[in-house]
């Protein structure tokens, strides 16, 4: 069974950065394009940024674009979410995401404080 589990969340101040990873627990991923979600109390999940199989794109949420960066490291079987300039808009909890598989992680919390 696939699993995805999330680490690295946490508090920070508005202006900070926190970087988030999602390890596997198969090779198999790195065959696969992943991806970073989001849900906010109240509100519907949300994609925020998505890498290519290869590595080779990227996309992002607008809201996040230029803050934020996705990457993948194939021999630890580990994807990540880089999060600088935080607000306080960003606190969630993230979710990590094979978008064309179905498999999620059980998400981490990220709270930005104003």
């Keep these: 069974q696939v699993q995805l589990v999330e680490s690295g969340g946490g508090l920070v101040q508005a202006g900070g950065s926190l970087s988030l990873s999602c390890t596997t627990s198969t090779s198999t991923l790195r065959w696969y394009d992943m991806a970073w979600y989001r849900q ?3 509100k519907d999940r949300e994609f925020v940024a998505r890498i290519a199989w ?28 880089g999060m600088n300039s935080l607000k306080p808009e960003d606190t ?5 995401n094979a978008p064309d598989h179905g498999y999620w992680g059980r998400g981490i919390q990220v709270t930005v404080s104003p």
């Design 40 to 42: 906010a109390p109240g």
């Design 92 to 96: 969630a909890i993230y979710y990590c």
């Design 54 to 81: 290869d590595g080779g794109s990227t996309s992002y949420r607008d809201s996040v674009k230029g803050r934020f960066t996705i990457s993948r490291d194939y021999a630890t079987n580990t994807v990540s979410l």
